[in-house]
């Protein structure tokens, strides 16, 4: 007789009998699902989008240049890009999702340009998320007050 004790028995399993749609590779609708691109050409997807990003940020800048911006930084310390980047690189992200919303609720008279500049800053310091929330939300200040007069 043994000592009593069970010994433990290991199955050495190559792969389980069942699966997930998504492991089979099967999508939602029954079809298959798009294999995941080879390095290369992902390194290159995102080459070009940071690019056009670049490019549109560049053009927002200038936009807001054209609206007012040094006009609204002479009024509104807080209305500069330094103060956004400051903000940005010290806070939070959930401070700055919050921040976010208050420049929206508070709709002041240099709301549209301080969001646009705190967008251009979330943008800068790769904060995609944030920067869409921005982004959203500096389109509803867009249509609720216009851009302010030279």
């Given at each position: 007789?043994?000592?009593?004790?069970?010994?433990?028995?290991?199955?050495?399993?190559?792969?389980?009998?069942?699966?997930?749609?998504?492991l089979?590779?099967?999508?939602?609708?029954?079809?298959?699902?798009?294999?995941?691109?080879?390095?290369?050409?992902?390194?290159?997807e995102?080459?070009?989008?940071?690019i056009?990003?670049?490019?549109?940020?560049?053009?927002?800048?200038?936009?807001?240049?054209?609206?007012?911006?040094?006009?609204?930084?002479?009024?509104?310390?807080?209305?500069?890009?330094?103060?956004c980047?400051?903000?940005?690189?010290?806070?939070?992200?959930?401070?700055?999702?919050?921040?976010?919303?208050?420049i929206?609720?508070?709709?002041?008279?240099?709301?549209?340009?301080?969001?646009?500049?705190?967008?251009?800053?979330?943008?800068?310091?790769?904060?995609w998320?944030?920067?869409?929330?921005?982004?959203?939300?500096?389109?509803?200040?867009?249509?609720?007050k216009?851009?302010?007069?030279?």
């Open positions: 007789k043994g000592s009593g004790k069970r010994k433990r028995v290991y199955k050495i399993t190559t792969e389980g009998s069942r699966k997930s749609l998504r089979q590779g099967i999508g939602i609708d029954s079809k298959p699902l798009a294999l995941p691109k080879d390095r290369k050409i992902l390194q290159k995102r080459e070009e989008r940071v056009e990003c670049r490019e549109v940020r560049l053009r927002a800048a200038k936009a807001i240049a054209a609206c007012g911006a040094e006009s609204a930084a002479k009024e509104n310390p807080t209305a500069t890009y330094e103060h980047l400051m903000r940005v690189k010290s806070m939070t992200e959930k401070g700055l999702a919050n921040r976010v919303k208050a929206e609720r508070a709709a002041g008279k240099h709301c549209v340009v301080k969001m646009a500049i705190f967008k251009s800053c979330l943008q800068d310091e790769a904060m998320e944030l920067a869409e929330l921005a982004s959203e939300a500096l389109e509803r200040l867009k249509a609720l216009p851009l302010p007069a030279q």
